[in-house]
């Protein structure tokens, strides 16, 4: 690798990770893997400052920490900052379920702690049911420790006297044990602990640290000297854009050796990329991949954000036309507003430092009138954002409305009925009159607890089993306690899979098994803007035709059309949208009982009784 300041390709290869995040948070059923370009940007993070601090080492004989320090801050300060005291009022006026949370956040964000206060507080970066406007900043945090850490670490590894080798080999096992943990840890739920955590997602920095003491150490380049090098960079391109395209965010390959699988094949990238003499290079030198890379700080920092707005101002349905405008220009905002950050907020703060640029800024006495307009627009920005942060609500609407009609079920208790072998054939004993309601148990997740009220509108007398939080997994034990208790009727709508999508089709069997032959049983499929939905909906559908007894209550069909009736996230129902539901489910019962009782007159005639 070259010894020169400027590395080539690396802008280019900042602009290719900031676009598969970014590709990841808008179209997730497309680039299921996008998430890992954060993983580059840790390889990059510790390459890029170890091969600074040694550079400086080696130039002035000492290491100025403070000075290191003060960069950093000159970096990333300002654009947060900006961008927390824009986008904290704005979300204050569009939902003030956005600002649920909005106190921890900041101060994860001013702290550089967002990833840990968030395993505190058990969230997960890949629900989308949650939006959370920073939750981008998790990395970031992640970076910052390292910042703050690796200097004084490399100053002790170094002061040891300790061999060249020997110092890549403590890093690479670091980087090694660091990778076990995440696939130690991952308790097959959420992954927030593992992918959150400093210490199970170190091994992307601690790979960048081992590839700039192997850069450094050789003066023509380790890379260069490999044979086949060519070959090397291409395929780990290769897996990169594979990993973009098929890696999935959850289940245990992901935490047990994919996320780590590609994270080493983004060193060889870098590697290959920072050569100087590869074709990569001269592509992640190309100007488009250079303007984004020099911007993709700011990108990353502001895409997030804008997009969540964007879903909260104009509410569309996930994946039609006006969600691709919507994204489009959500992007082309995104873009605009980078720029005019990278040139007039973070550039001059970076070359001149923050007092220098408060010097220029106050220069004039008095103030020029510009000047005091943006003045007094800073001021009430901050008095904006500070009442905002205290006066946020702890809790979302969706919340508030699971709890209020969060109430025990109470029933007598009954022996659970027994499957019978052939389920695509209707029961003789399955009747199929038009239930009452009170013969109606609606059974699910939050979005049954959260749209009760709508429920009981549509359906007086409706029995209601949902509590929030639950996965299809929970499911089989919840109906076969319903079972014994007594609380099933005659018909059964079951809704889960909100949380985590239907992870193993084994446990809608099971429900449907245990509710037996002699129930009408209706599954209710899935609206959100979560990556598992089109498949979940899939093994439903596919479910569902294996049972004479069993349909489909489509609410994915009905929540698309009409994305308004639901909260912010864009998943659970305002109270409109929770009687919109309840019309549904009822109307959807009612079409069943008229179908089945038509196919059991028509078999009947067939047969001639």
Excluded at 26 to 32: E, G, I, T
Aim: with cysteine; proline share 4%.
């Amino acid at each position: 690798m070259k010894q020169h300041k400027y590395i080539p390709g690396l802008d280019g290869l900042r602009a290719f990770a900031v676009a598969a995040v970014i590709l990841y948070h808008f179209a997730p059923n497309v680039f299921p893997g996008g998430f890992l370009g954060v993983d580059i940007f840790f390889v990059l993070s510790g390459f890029l400052i170890t091969t600074l601090l040694l550079r400086e080492l080696k130039a002035n004989g000492k290491i100025d920490f403070c000075g290191f320090w003060i960069r950093r801050l000159r970096r990333l300060v300002p654009a947060f900052t900006v961008l927390i005291l824009t986008v904290v009022p704005l979300a204050a006026v569009l939902s003030t379920d956005l600002l649920v949370g909005i106190g921890r956040q900041v101060l994860g964000a001013l702290t550089f702690s967002t990833n840990w206060l968030e395993i505190a507080h058990g969230t997960s970066y890949f629900d989308t049911t949650a939006p959370l406007l920073f939750k981008n900043f998790w990395s970031l945090a992640i970076e910052e420790q390292f910042y703050l850490i690796w200097p004084l670490l490399l100053l002790l590894l170094l002061t040891l006297g300790l061999r060249a080798r020997v110092r890549i080999a403590a890093v690479a096992v670091l980087a090694g044990l660091s990778m076990l943990a995440m696939g130690f840890f991952w308790n097959g739920e959420n992954a927030t602990r593992v992918y959150y955590g400093t210490d199970t997602h170190l091994f992307g920095l601690a790979l960048g640290v081992v590839l700039a003491f192997l850069s450094l150490r050789s003066r023509g380049g380790f890379f260069s000297a490999l044979p086949y090098r060519m070959y090397f960079g291409s395929a780990a391109l290769a897996v990169t854009a594979v990993g973009f395209l098929f890696l999935p965010d959850r289940g245990a390959f992901a935490y047990r050796g994919g996320i780590q699988f590609f994270t080493v094949s983004a060193a060889i990238l870098l590697a290959a990329v920072a050569d100087g003499n590869s074709f990569l290079t001269k592509i992640c030198e190309s100007a488009p991949l250079r303007w984004a890379g020099t911007r993709s700080y700011g990108l990353y920092l502001w895409h997030w954000p804008v997009l969540v707005l964007a879903a909260a101002a104009f509410p569309v349905a996930v994946g039609s036309g006006g969600y691709w405008v919507r994204s489009v220009l959500a992007l082309a905002l995104t873009v605009l507003i980078c720029e005019l950050s990278y040139r007039f907020v973070e550039t001059p703060v970076r070359r001149r430092g923050f007092r220098q640029c408060a010097a220029v800024f106050l220069k004039e006495n008095p103030l020029s009138y510009p000047r005091k307009i943006i003045l007094c627009v800073c001021v009430v920005l901050f008095a904006l954002t500070a009442t905002a942060v205290v006066c946020a609500p702890a809790k979302t609407k969706t919340q508030i409305l699971i709890e209020k009609a969060d109430k025990p079920e109470i029933g007598k208790t009954r022996k659970a009925a027994q499957p019978a072998p052939n389920y695509r054939q209707l029961s003789e004993n399955l009747d199929t009159s038009v239930p009452k309601n009170e013969e109606i148990t609606v059974i699910g997740d939050s979005i049954y607890s959260a749209g009760r009220t709508g429920l009981e509108w549509a359906m007086p007398g409706v029995k209601i089993i949902a509590k929030p939080c639950l996965q299809w997994k929970a499911a089989p034990k919840i109906v076969a306690q319903a079972l014994r208790e007594g609380k099933v009727g005659r018909v059964a709508v079951i809704g889960y899979g909100t949380n985590a999508g239907i992870t193993d089709p084994q446990d809608v069997h099971k429900v449907i098994r245990a509710l037996g032959r002699n129930r009408m049983i209706l599954l209710q499929n899935l609206y959100s803007p979560s990556g598992f939905v089109d498949s979940s909906n899939e093994k439903l559908e596919e479910i569902a035709r294996g049972y004479a007894n069993v349909r489909i209550i489509d609410w994915h069909s009905a929540a698309g059309a009409n994305p308004a009736l639901l909260q912010v996230d864009q998943t659970h129902t305002s109270v409109k949208g929770a009687n919109m539901l309840g019309r549904l489910i009822h109307e959807s019962v009612l079409a069943m009982a008229k179908e089945l009782t038509a196919q059991k007159t028509k078999a009947k005639v067939k047969s001639g009784k």
